[in-house]
Structure formats: structure tokens, C-alpha cells
């Protein structure tokens, strides 16, 4: 029996049985005890699992680690691990035909797409003082509808992807920067500058993937040419946006309003200490907050969370 210990933050949607695997649950932030490090035999851990190196390097029966995620990067230093440990992941490659379906965040921005163009958090939030049929008022309004809107989406991958054939059934039309991508669909047009999408789009999505080079991309240099009447979204990753640069064109109502679903650093108390972002909130009712929950449902984790054991199986045996 293989003892696999998964992290606590990691919420096992269906008891997993197993004649070759026994989980224990463990918060990685806790030093194990010197007499567990024998027996432990594979680790399960997100993106965000914090656990000591030296700590890995003492369990000489480790024989995987799995990172749920789709790519390798994690907390972990891959580099400093013995070879005979395997990573596994959700390789997008190998698991294409999972993958393909799992759409919660595509499906997650049309919904932001909605709120921000009818405002509705600003009617959420003012839900007791509205009186809409004495006191109507034109900024209530989107100054078009979605279908004939521009999105602008920064990234073609699955999720760029997917998200691009939603807005097009909503009648959007669609420009997309991906300079290494070649889009073979007639209906997108492929933008060659990061500029020009900024200045044609009504909604702008950041869906790219996670590389170093793409650190604070999305800043003052790009925000500047986005349109007043414009919205800005990023469920892809914090580190993408500088954030700070993004709350200042709010604050001075450069544009009508944003959705962020990830930070730089996932910590309550360092994003609301920032104060740029207080004021942000303050001035825009309608700059919406979400904490990382685009890719959140039971139907999606289930279906990973099988495959996770399948692979891990595999590796088993």
C-alpha cells in the first residue's frame, strides 16, 4: 500500500478507494515527524503548497509528486529533486481530450463580460437605495450590447480558445494578440501589436500562459490605450498584471471598470492592505474582486481529481 499525503488545502471531491494508495491528509506547513518519511511514498500538492526542500530530500521511498495544475510550475524546486521522482500534472498534451472539456473559466469571463457591461455589481451594491423607475440615470447604461462589441483576448491557448467561440455564438466580434499562434479561424482577427489591441477593444481578456517573461506585462504602457469606455479582465495569472498601475486608471476613470480573479501573492490581508486598490473600489462600483474561483466548480474538479488518480495509478504500476 502506497501512502500518499495531500496537501489540506486540496478538497478530494469523492472518496478515492484504492488496493494500491492510502491518502492522509497533511498541512505541508507543518513539519513531518522523523519517523513518517519512510513510509511516504508520493505527494499531492497545488501550484500554492509550500514545503521545505529539505524535508522532500528526506523521503527516500518518494516515488511521485503530483502537482494539480496544468503545468509544472510550483513552490517546489524541480532542480534540487532526485530524478527517480516523477512530476506529475495535467500535461495538456497528454491529457487533451480531458482537458477539451473542462470550461468553467471560459464560461466564468462571459459572465464577467455580462456583469461589467450592464453593471450589475454597481445594482448589487446599491441594491437598497435604487429606486430605478423615479430616479433612471444614463450611466446606468453599457453604450452598446455585447453582440457587435470587440473582445480583445491576450492568449490562444485552450482557454483563449474556447472562450473565442463563446463570444462569437454572442455575436462579438473578436480580436486576438498571440504572436507565436497561427489562427486558422476566418472570424478572429490576429492583432500583431499589444497596442492595437488595447486601443479596439471594448472587453479585454488576459488568458496567457505562465512564463517569466510575461511578469507585469499588463501595465501603464499597455493600459494608456485602452478605450474610456472599455473593460479589463484577468483570470489567468496575477503576475501578469500589475496591478497597481491598473487601479490608478480606475481611480482616474481611464476606463469603466475591471474583474480580477488572481493576485501576484494570494493573501487576503496583502491585497486589501494595498491602497490603490482601496481607492479603486472606492471611486468604481463597478471593479469586481473574485478570490481565484474562475476555474471553481464540483463538475470540473471531480473530473480532474479522476484523472489524477488514473495517472497516478499508471505510475504505480
Known amino acids: 500500500m502506497n501512502r500518499v499525503y495531500y496537501s489540506n488545502n486540496i478538497h478530494l471531491i469523492e472518496n478515492f478507494n ?20 519512510s513510509n ?14 529539505s524535508e522532500i530530500l528526506k523521503m527516500k521511498n518518494l516515488k511521485f509528486i503530483f502537482i494539480m495544475g496544468l503545468h509544472k510550475i510550483s513552490k517546489i524546486d524541480h532542480t534540487k529533486l532526485p530524478k527517480k521522482i516523477k512530476i506529475l500534472y495535467f500535461d495538456k498534451k497528454k491529457n ?20 461589467l457591461a450592464r453593471n450589475l455589481n454597481f445594482f448589487y451594491l446599491n441594491k437598497k437605495k435604487l429606486n430605478i423607475y423615479s430616479n433612471f440615470d444614463k450611466t446606468y447604461f453599457f453604450n452598446k450590447m455585447i453582440s457587435g462589441s470587440v473582445l480583445g483576448i491576450i492568449g490562444y491557448g485552450r482557454i483563449g480558445k474556447k472562450l473565442s467561440e463563446y463570444a462569437l455564438k454572442f455575436g462579438m466580434k473578436v480580436i486576438v494578440y498571440a504572436p507565436k499562434k497561427i489562427i486558422r479561424n476566418k472570424n478572429i482577427i490576429q492583432i500583431s501589436r499589444l497596442s492595437s489591441l488595447a486601443k479596439n477593444a471594448d472587453f479585454i481578456s488576459n488568458n496567457v500562459n505562465s512564463k517569466k517573461d510575461n511578469h507585469h506585462f499588463l501595465n501603464k504602457n499597455f493600459f494608456k490605450y485602452m478605450k474610456k469606455n ?17 487601479c490608478k486608471i480606475i481611480i482616474k476613470k481611464k476606463i469603466l471598470g475591471a474583474a480580477i480573479d488572481v493576485y501576484s501573492e494570494e493573501d487576503e490581508k496583502v491585497i486589501f492592505n494595498n491602497k490603490y486598490l482601496q481607492k479603486a473600489i472606492k471611486v468604481n462600483q463597478n471593479f469586481i474582486l473574485t478570490p481565484h474561483i474562475a476555474g ?6 471531480f473530473t480532474l481529481q479522476k484523472r489524477m488518480f488514473y495517472l497516478i495509478n499508471n505510475l504505480l504500476k
Open 96 to 115: 487533451y481530450n480531458i482537458l477539451k472539456n473542462i470550461t468553467p473559466t471560459p464560461e466564468f469571463i462571459v459572465g464577467l463580460i455580462l456583469i
Open 40 to 53: 511516504i511514498d508520493g505527494l499531492i500538492v497545488t501550484p500554492f503548497t509550500k514545503i521545505d526542500i
Open 18 to 37: 484504492s488496493k494500491k494508495i492510502k491518502l492522509i491528509k497533511k498541512n505541508f506547513s507543518l513539519k513531518f515527524k522523523n519517523n513518517q518519511f
Open 296 to 301: 471553481a466548480t464540483i463538475s470540473d474538479r
Open 230 to 246: 472599455s473593460f479589463f479582465i484577468n483570470t489567468a495569472k496575477g503576475d501578469h498584471v500589475n496591478i497597481d498601475d491598473l
